[in-house]
């Protein structure tokens, strides 16, 4: 079953990011092939979905080889879920309100914010394997957004372009921008800390259960 559920959604995930490509391509205008690539991979949504892609389809394309049990593992899985569920998060509550997408961007959009941190959630709880998590896991996951942050700064003072208006600091200044960064790691930390404590909870609750 688990098989199933993850090559669906990997299909899915893989199919949608590719329409994005194609719809940010056909759309980059003058910009340059180099300079349209690289701002299509400086967006948090699209690293994160790619992640969440390519541990959905690695268990089932490699199976039991080392890289297939290390996408499979409970510390992979945490991660890229509490990744994707802030990106959920960050995006109905900082972005949707100011952006409507249009036409095919529509589904895309919908699939990256909300059915992929959705799916990738319900593959946590239900076919993850519990244990193997301990409370420092989420402070160890805060380098992904670190460094993360450290290219769109670079990328942003450099071209001029920022991917996100709330982490745009030539228009909001290093304060403003800094702040907000700084909350979204609060919420990287405290998601992947209520992902270690319900993992806890349910391998728990699992001991307690009576063999069959």
């Known amino acids: 079953m688990s098989r199933v559920y993850r ?7 893989w199919a949608t990011l590719g329409l994005q490509f194609y719809l940010h391509w056909s759309g ?7 300079e349209a690539t690289a701002r299509y991979f400086s967006y948090f949504t699209v690293l994160t979905n790619l992640m969440a892609s390519a541990i959905l389809t690695l268990p089932v394309v490699v199976g039991g080889g080392g890289l297939g049990r290390w996408a499979a593992s409970n510390p992979a899985r945490t991660a890229v879920t509490s990744y994707l569920l802030v990106v959920g998060l960050a995006y109905h509550f900082l972005l949707a309100a100011s952006w409507n997408p249009q036409g095919l961007l529509y589904p895309v959009n919908m699939v990256l914010h909300y059915v992929m941190p959705a ?3 319900m593959d ?3 076919f993850t394997p519990r244990g193997r998590l301990s409370w420092g896991d989420p402070f160890r996951w805060l380098a992904f957004p670190l460094l993360f942050g450290a290219w769109t ?5 450099t071209s001029g372009w920022w991917p996100y208006g ?3 600091v030539d ?3 290093w304060t403003a921008a800094l702040t907000t960064f700084g909350g979204l790691l609060v919420a990287f930390a405290a998601i992947g800390l209520v992902l270690v404590a319900i993992d806890h909870l349910l391998r728990r609750g699992d001991r307690g259960r009576p063999s069959a």
């Open 7 to 13: 090559a669906v959604f990997a299909v899915i995930g």
């Open 28 to 34: 980059r205008g003058e910009l340059s092939a180099a």
């Open 119 to 121: 799916a990738l959630l």
């Open 124 to 126: 946590w709880l239900i």
């Open 153 to 157: 700064v670079f990328h942003g003072l």
């Open 166 to 168: 709330f982490i745009n």
């Open 171 to 173: 228009q909001r200044g």
